[in-house]
């Protein structure tokens, strides 16, 4: 049973479809001074993130499928299930956006 395709906002959308292509086009969907935390880290600004992005590409391969989206205290998070080389495969992230316009303001990645 395939189920319906989620209802993403375009920057998150546009976010999930970067990740497939590469870190230039994910730094791209963040506003100049995007914030992003994940595993611990803090990154701050587009040259930063690119460069988290081309750090997580070496050291993983994996695919990210969204499955559910709410809104929560203004952000919105996306729920996606990851499966690829990495201990402890697959598994489900929280992913907590806050938008600006058309890009995203921060990215807090949450087990």
């Known amino acids: 049973m395939k189920q319906e395709p989620l ?3 375009k920057p998150i959308a546009a976010y999930f479809s970067a990740e497939k ?5 994910v730094c791209q969907c963040f506003t100049e001074n995007a914030v992003v935390k994940d595993e611990g880290h803090t990154y ?3 040259a930063a993130i690119k460069q988290w992005r081309e750090d997580t ?3 993983y391969e994996y695919t990210s499928e969204p499955f559910a989206c709410e809104e ?3 952000k919105i998070v996306v ?3 990851l499966t ?3 201990p402890g495969s697959p598994v489900d992230l ?3 956006f806050e938008l600006q316009g058309d890009k995203i303001a921060s990215l807090e990645i949450i087990p």
């Open 7 to 9: 209802n993403l906002p």
């Open 21 to 25: 292509v590469g870190a230039e086009a």
């Open 44 to 46: 701050n600004g587009r």
């Open 57 to 59: 590409a070496a050291k």
């Open 72 to 74: 929560k205290d203004g």
């Open 79 to 81: 729920t996606s299930r």
């Open 84 to 86: 690829g080389n990495f």
């Open 94 to 96: 929280r992913f907590f």
